[in-house]
Every structure is written in structure tokens, then in C-alpha cells.
């Protein structure tokens, strides 16, 4: 078991930070954690990026068998991490053991999903336009086409998902699998888990004999290690988790650069629900008990929690929040992930219980860090007149909406802002209405849901974990699932140039076998 040495990771070798240190604190009792951690100066950030400049070109021309070994490679190793990093990660977080097991099962599926799309080789591309030098009344060049990494990815590790949004989360794997070098800034809330997971990803690397530079972690102080990683010439793509604010920094730093890169953040969402009335016909205790847990899970610190939730007026909404009443009532507050995110928390409670009544409210849970679960409720046109009942509340709070008929239900969700979720209950009675309301959400959200709740997000080939802005800084993107390796490739074309002379994808031979769009039409490689 790797030994915690409470200092940053730069290409393989430990590094002692000179700019102070700093302690992970368990959020459920306040106990300083052991070790200290070393932050890293501005200078010393330069040494991970100049080593990802150098491992780039290397990294980029792996072999996808290689390649995708490497991937499966990280993950075993976080496997082999056992308990150690599970209980680790429950300390730094306040989260229980089983949410911790269920997310390094996610992290782990992730890269090896990842492994087998650089296997299948589908994302590098390849279109194949051949010479017809018999053409009329021009002939035609031979133009070969395939993506190509963009270059070392800075990373920002996100505060909710201690493994599946950080050292080795999505934004990592992905950047990995498309060919990039990763520097990885480390949340400082949880330092300790990230060195685990850091110490197997270097592990691997060297076990697979790739240039150390392929990934570094880095501890620094506050923003300023942030904004000189996003500012480093070096880096060019930024994976990013968090509130609206860093995200918007991070954005601003990127495209002050004399040569501006891409920043996919991934930024704020209250991921609106819309009941209709026929929704209502069923079992009304079962819809609100679902609903009330998807609010208070993991003390509702999830990006996709049902912040705004639209009930029609009648006896049966009326059932519906008695019932969601009483189960809010009922409820104790969990450990949220950090003191500072609970006092935004109440903070944002407080704003809107100046706007909204309060529906109802449970009880505080054990350790001063653990805020009472609260639902407010407003009319459509309370809602409508006042901007601040739209904005996110990360954690365990939620608004309900009361409306009268089709039109005020779509014109609540023309003035909603980017989600990434939009979710309709609904029965078949209530179809017109959904196809009326479905292209608003289009326009709305990443992803659309139908009598389900938004929390949980299924990692595979044709999720999309984006949405227009404010939930992402780029709505053509997604940070889950297999499409998400796109966003760190870029297309290159390639006129007559000799078959030598031709990257392998691209030769006659097709020496990776890779599946090829050759004179527009699809010819299928194998595996």
C-alpha cells in the first residue's frame, strides 16, 4: 500500500511545495488530517507542464493495444487500492463507505470503457478521400483526414465525486484516452484520496514504460496555482467541475491568452422537473418519495439534483406535497463535503426563504455540518418575476412550482437558463403537452429524461453530461460517456502525401485495422 507523503506528483517524483501547507479536515468531526500537504509555488506548476509538453508526442502515436493496456492498467491499480482508498476517501468527505465503493466501481468502468474505445479506434476519425485523377472536369487530390490529441489537458479536480470527477475521473480518462498528457490539480479538500489515486496512475505508466509526463498531480494555494496552469502555454484544453464562478474565471484566463485554448467546465444546474397532470393519476406517495430522495441524497450535493420541480394546482398536486411534506419533515441532514460549502448552503436558504415559503424543512444531523433538508414553494408567477428563485442551491434544497395549464408551463421553461437535465412526468394523457413542452428542453438541456429522476448518470456511449450555458461553457460537449474523448482531439487533413510518409491510421494497409470512412462510405475494421 502506497504511503501518503503529502506532496505534489510531478512526472513520477515526489515534490515538495514552498508555498505553505495545508491539512484535509474530516467534514463529520472536524479533525485535522494527517499528513500535512506541501503547496506547490507557481514556478514549480511550470515543471509538470513543460514534462506534459514532452511527453506529448510520444504519448500521442501510441499503438491503440498499448494504449488501451495503459488505461486498463490505472485501473487496476485503483482496484488494487482496496479499502485503504475507500476509507480514506470517507474520511476526507464525509461520505459513507458504500457511495465511495459504488464511485471507484464508476471510476475504474470508466477507464476501462475508454480502454476499449482506443482499442475500436472509432474516435481518431479517419475519412479517406482517394486520387481520382480521372475525374472531369478536374481531377481530385487524395485527402486523408483523423483527429489528432490536442496536447497536455489541465485538469481541476471537483469537490462532489472525491474518484469519479477527479484524479482518475472522467475528465482525466478521457484526456488520457485521446492521447493527452494530464496535469491534474488536486482539490484540496481531498488530498489524500487524490495521492492514492495518483500514486496507481504513475505506477502504471512506469509499469507500461511511458514518459513520466504522461500525468502530474499538484497541490497549490487558492487560485493562483489554478490560473497559472490554465494561463501555462503549455496547456492546451482545461477539464473543469465546479460553481459558476471558478468555472467563469478559469473561461476568462483561457481566452486572455495570446493563443486562447478550450475550457469545458461543467458549472451550475437546478436540472428543472416538469409533472403534468396525468403523472399525478398514479401512485402520488411513490412520485414524491422518489423526488424527495433525489433531493436529499448525498446531501443533495450532486450537479444533477432536482433544484426546481413544476406541480400542477388541483387535489392531486396538493396530495403530492402533503406527502413530500411529511418525508422532509421526517428527514435528517447528512454531512455535506466541506464547512464552506455548507455555509453557502444555508446562505442560499436564507436568500430564499426571504422569496418563498417554506414547505418544509427536516432536522439538522449530528456535527454542526449536516444543515436540515429544506423545500420551498412559490406560485409559476413568483417564480417568473423573480430571477433569484432560479438560482442553484448545491445541496439538499429544492422549489416547488405550482402552475395553471399548458402555457404557463412552457413559458417557466422558455426563461429557465442551461441544464444539464430536464426530466417530464408524464402519462400517455399528457403526450400532446410533452411534445409541445420537448422542444423548449431541446433548446434547454443536455439531457431529457421521462418519469425518472435526474440524479445518477449512466457512463456509457450515448450519455451527454453538458448543456448550454450556465451548465457548461461549451453545449456541443459532454463530460461522461465515451463522446466526451472529443473534446480533446481536433481534425487534420493530409494532401498527397506519400503512403511512408502517412500516419498509420491514414496507410492503405490499414495496419490498426481501424474502421475507415473511405470515399464516403463506411468500411468496418475489427477488433
Not at 438560482?391 to 439538499?396: L, M, N, R, V, Y
Amino acid at each position: 500500500m502506497t504511503a501518503l507523503t503529502g506532496h505534489s506528483l510531478i512526472a513520477g517524483e515526489r515534490v515538495a511545495g514552498t508555498a505553505g501547507t495545508t491539512h484535509a479536515v474530516s467534514p463529520a468531526t472536524g479533525e485535522r488530517l494527517d499528513p500535512p500537504y506541501t503547496l506547490l509555488d507557481v514556478d514549480q506548476v511550470a515543471a509538470a507542464t513543460t514534462a506534459a509538453a514532452e511527453a506529448s508526442g510520444p504519448f500521442s502515436t501510441l499503438e491503440p493495444a498499448a494504449h488501451a493496456a495503459f488505461l486498463d492498467g490505472v485501473a487496476d491499480r485503483i482496484d488494487a487500492l482496496g479499502e485503504a482508498l475507500v476509507e480514506r476517501a470517507a474520511l476526507e468527505t464525509g461520505l459513507p463507505a458504500a457511495r465511495i465503493t459504488g464511485e471507484r466501481a464508476r471510476t475504474t468502468g470508466q477507464l476501462r470503457l475508454f480502454a476499449s474505445v482506443v482499442r475500436q479506434g472509432d474516435h481518431r476519425g479517419v475519412r479517406i478521400d482517394p486520387a481520382a485523377p480521372d475525374r472531369r472536369p478536374l481531377p481530385r487530390v487524395d485527402i486523408r483526414q483523423r483527429k489528432v490529441p490536442l496536447g497536455p489537458v489541465a485538469v481541476f479536480g471537483a469537490s462532489n465525486f472525491p474518484l469519479a470527477f477527479s484524479t482518475a475521473g472522467g475528465d482525466t480518462a478521457s484526456a488520457l484516452a485521446a492521447g493527452c498528457p494530464v496535469v491534474f490539480k488536486a482539490h484540496n479538500a481531498h488530498p489524500g484520496t487524490s495521492e492514492l489515486v495518483a500514486s496507481a496512475i504513475a505506477e502504471a505508466i512506469a509499469a507500461h514504460g511511458l514518459h513520466p509526463g504522461v500525468f502530474s498531480l499538484v497541490y497549490g494555494p487558492g487560485a493562483a496555482v489554478g490560473q497559472a496552469l490554465v494561463a501555462d502555454p503549455a496547456i492546451q484544453a482545461v477539464g473543469f467541475t465546479g460553481s459558476r464562478a471558478g468555472g467563469l474565471a478559469i473561461v476568462r484566463t483561457a481566452q486572455a491568452r495570446p493563443t486562447p485554448i478550450p475550457v469545458y467546465a461543467e458549472m451550475s444546474s437546478v436540472n428543472p422537473v416538469f409533472v403534468l397532470p396525468g403523472a399525478l393519476d398514479g401512485d402520488v406517495d411513490a412520485l414524491a418519495t422518489a423526488y424527495v430522495a433525489s433531493v436529499t441524497g448525498s446531501s443533495g450535493q450532486l450537479c444533477t439534483q432536482p433544484g426546481v420541480v413544476f406541480v400542477p394546482r388541483g387535489d392531486a398536486g396538493d396530495r403530492f406535497l402533503a406527502t413530500t411534506t411529511r418525508l422532509v419533515d421526517e428527514a435528517a441532514g447528512q454531512v455535506m463535503l466541506t464547512p464552506g460549502i455548507a455555509r453557502s448552503w444555508r446562505e442560499g436558504v436564507e436568500t430564499r426563504s426571504s422569496r418563498a415559503a417554506v414547505l418544509a424543512r427536516g432536522s439538522e444531523g449530528p456535527g454542526g455540518n449536516a444543515p436540515a433538508p429544506v423545500v420551498h414553494a412559490v406560485s409559476s408567477s413568483d417564480f417568473l418575476a423573480d430571477d433569484a428563485l432560479r438560482d442553484e442551491i448545491f445541496g439538499a434544497a429544492s422549489l416547488v412550482v405550482r402552475y395553471d395549464g399548458a402555457d404557463e408551463l412552457t413559458t417557466a421553461a422558455e426563461r429557465i437558463e442551461g441544464q444539464l437535465t430536464a426530466t417530464i412526468q408524464l402519462a400517455e394523457r399528457d403526450h400532446a403537452l410533452a411534445a409541445a413542452l420537448l422542444p423548449v428542453l431541446e433548446r434547454k438541456a443536455g439531457r431529457i429524461l421521462a418519469n425518472g429522476w435526474p440524479t445518477g448518470v449512466e457512463v456509457g456511449h450515448a450519455m451527454v453530461h453538458g448543456g448550454p450555458f450556465p451548465a457548461t461553457s461549451d453545449s456541443r460537449t459532454t463530460s461522461v460517456g465515451t463522446l466526451a474523448i472529443e473534446r480533446f482531439l481536433r481534425p487534420v487533413a493530409y494532401q498527397n502525401l506519400p503512403d511512408a510518409l502517412l500516419p498509420a491510421a491514414l496507410r492503405d494497409a490499414n495496419p490498426w485495422n481501424l474502421t475507415r470512412r473511405v470515399d464516403g462510405v463506411l468500411q468496418p475494421g475489427g477488433a
